[in-house]
């Protein structure tokens, strides 16, 4: 059974930071692109940032860049989401995705397997 997890939110000050772990199970990650995704309430579901099977690419949203970092351990069957001067307007249910082939948008109705979200606050 495919599974994707999602671990690591939290409640964190602004500019603070936090660590976003995508742990997929079932199956290996080598092959698919990974997407992480958030949605606020009242909000449309938006892609924040996209990372390629092997690596080499990455897309970020215009409001994270410069501020998060996606990257993956394919040997721990990992993504993670690096998320550094957090801002109260990121507050969303984060989640991650996996999609094989590696779409060419980084766009959640482009992915077909979700894990369930993990609740990231930034208040003070």
């Known amino acids: 059974q495919l599974q994707l997890v999602e671990s690591g939110g939290g409640l964190v000050q602004p500019g603070g930071s936090l660590r976003l772990s995508c742990a997929a199970s079932g199956f290996t990650l080598d092959y698919y692109a990974i997407g992480w995704f958030r949605q606020a309430p009242g909000k449309e579901r938006e892609g924040v940032s996209c990372?390629?099977?092997?690596?080499?690419?990455?897309n970020y949203a215009d409001s994270v860049k410069g501020r998060f970092t996606i990257s993956r351990d394919n040997a721990k069957n990992t993504v993670y989401l690096q998320m550094n001067s957090l801002k109260p307007e990121d507050t969303a249910v984060y989640y991650c995705?996996?999609?094989?082939?590696?779409?060419?948008?980084?766009?959640?109705?482009?992915?077909?397997?979700w894990g369930q979200g993990t609740q990231v606050t930034v208040s003070s």
């Open positions: 995705a996996a999609q094989f082939p590696s779409p060419r948008t980084c766009v959640w109705s482009r992915y077909a397997y």
């Open positions: 990372i390629s099977a092997s690596g080499g690419s990455t």
